[in-house]
């Protein structure tokens, strides 16, 4: 597998973090790859920055965003934007550098994920749409 820094997919979580409304994100403090050659069936991953690294290494939380080439790049723009959306909200109100699960004792289904990534995903839609 490869990696590469994917400065468009930092310009579109920026923007996806503004245009949502989510204040907790910190998009400095996103650093965003795209990946080729990879056997999985996921479309995009994040991967946290755990507290004993965050002090080892005396850094803030970050968070690493990697599209998968091979299946992202084919999707539509707005299953692109879907999927992006789907990664944000895995990053925790408290931007620690941990990471929520799709299922949690509250909601155990991942149906509730997806109804949410697809409320978000509508919002963003009615925001770029002409009044």
């Known amino acids: 597998m490869e990696l590469a820094l994917a400065p468009d997919i930092r310009r579109r979580m920026s923007h996806l973090v503004k245009k949502l409304d ?60 879907r999927t992006l959306i789907h990664e944000l909200l895995h990053i925790p109100r408290n931007f620690s550098g941990a990471l929520v699960p799709h299922r949690n004792h509250k909601h155990r289904s991942f149906r509730h994920y997806h109804d949410k990534v697809e409320t978000l995903f509508q919002m963003l839609k009615n925001a770029h749409s002409p009044r």
């Open 22 to 81: 989510l204040p907790h994100i910190r998009p400095a403090n996103l650093i965003c790859f795209r990946s080729t050659g990879s056997t999985g069936r996921a479309r995009a991953r994040i991967w946290s920055l755990p507290k004993i690294w965050q002090m080892g290494l005396d850094i803030a939380p970050h968070y690493c965003i990697e599209v998968i080439s091979e299946k992202f790049d084919n999707l539509s723009p707005d299953d692109q934007n």
